[in-house]
């Protein structure tokens, strides 16, 4: 055991192992192969950060003969946030007292650099002037607001906010599509639950490259696993501002600085007059009912967002959890530095992050 394992708990890897190796056998193989990263390539050329101390090792191996079939998606576990033992930890929520009213304004097809596509919501809400967003994978799934009649409005202003069934094309003149000639297929809802991600807005990891954070990469994953051909419930990524778990882009970079000058993420945030996490879920929670969810397969790691989400009357039910597990502990290439390390670290010891549980 080398000096720095000593003070780790026992679901850290008894032996810095690098993730790819035994790690390789346990992977969660529902994918299609990641592309080569630049952190494989360093790998290759031997410039990689030390090898990981928060596992793969202590992620428990699949069972044999569960493993999801590529093209289906990814196995969740069943959580019930009602019980005690219900896989939601144990720390008490901050739950909203009564649900923020949404309303989404427009919507628009994106195409994206995939060959897949999504549907981009804009919401507006009671308790803010941010523009919340719904990513919405999967052509079952529609916002009751949107579609809602609006006084005055034409057949061209419903197609131009979104509110149009089927696709647009040039010369269309009407929202609702001819309903189908007999014997042509229609789009049937699926009954299975979708999968939701809920995610809080990242600049530094989503659009700066940052290796602090895995924030791009669990986005990335969740689409990539809401666009795979066999998930037929759709799939929706609720896209809240609230950076920097809420403090704000400017306090989370005096965060950095403290991280940088010998804290960890909940230290900074707390020496900085701040919770460790000001962050809530109600306003997903009404993003997730306005689109119609009320049972859902959650992709997180974090037991509080389970059960915030769930709304103060449990609105939406999350009935499976699907965990976050980054894609270097699974040996798919991924984000590796010593920030992640302290990271994740950080969200495990002190966050009660579900990292060691569920399996995958
Ligand atoms: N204050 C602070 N915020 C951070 C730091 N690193 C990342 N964040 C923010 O944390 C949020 C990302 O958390 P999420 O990935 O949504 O969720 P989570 O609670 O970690 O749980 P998962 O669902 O398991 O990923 C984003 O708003 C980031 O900007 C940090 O060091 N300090």
Redesign the pocket.
């Known amino acids: 055991m080398s000096a720095g394992d000593e003070k780790l708990p026992p679901f850290y890897s008894p032996k810095a192992a690098a993730a790819g190796d035994d790690a390789r056998q346990h992977v969660d193989d529902f994918s299609i192969d990641a592309p080569a990263t630049r952190a494989d390539q360093l790998s290759q050329e031997g410039q990689l950060p030390p090898p990981s101390l928060l596992s793969p090792a202590f992620t428990p191996p699949a069972t044999p003969g569960t493993q999801t079939p590529s093209a289906l998606g990814p196995r969740g576990v069943p959580v019930d946030s009602s019980t005690p033992s219900g896989g939601c930890g144990s720390k008490k929520p901050k739950l909203v007292e009564s649900l923020p009213t949404v309303e989404c304004e427009v919507r628009a097809r994106i195409p994206t650099v995939n060959n897949g596509e999504f549907f981009l919501h804009v919401y507006k809400n009671s308790v803010d002037s941010k523009e919340h967003l719904a990513i919405v994978f999967g052509d079952a799934i529609r916002s009751k607001s949107l579609d809602a009649p609006r006084p005055d409005e034409t057949e061209w202003d419903r197609m131009m906010r979104g509110a149009y069934t089927g696709k647009l094309y040039p010369g269309r003149t009407t929202s609702s599509e001819d309903p189908p000639k007999e014997g042509q297929p229609t789009s049937k809802a699926s009954r299975d639950t979708p999968l939701v ?9 989503e659009t700066a490259w940052s290796a ?4 791009g990469e ?1 986005l990335d994953e969740a689409a990539r696993l809401m666009s795979l051909p066999g998930n037929s419930a759709g799939g929706v990524i609720v896209y809240l501002r ?6 704000g882009l400017g ?2 970079l005096k ?2 600085n403290l ?1 940088d000058l010998g804290s960890d ?1 909940v230290e ?2 707390l020496l900085l007059r ?1 919770p460790a ?1 000001a ?1 809530s879920y109600g306003l997903a929670t009404a993003i997730l009912q306005d689109l119609g969810l009320d049972e859902i397969r959650l ?4 037991p ?2 389970i059960r915030a989400v769930e709304g103060p009357n449990r609105e939406v039910v999350v009935k499976e959890r699907v965990p ?1 597990v980054p894609l270097s502990w699974k040996g798919r290439g991924g984000i590796r530095s010593q920030e992640i390390e302290g ?1 994740m670290k950080a ?1 495990i010891e002190k ?1 009660g ?1 579900m990292l060691s549980q569920g399996g995958i």
């Open positions: 991600r809920i995610h809080s807005e990242c600049y530094t990891g602090r954070c895995d924030c669990q609230q950076e920097g778990r809420g403090i306090e989370k965060a950095y991280q993420t900074a945030n701040h996490d962050r992709l997180t790691n974090n509080e967002k976050m990271y969200k966050m992050h």
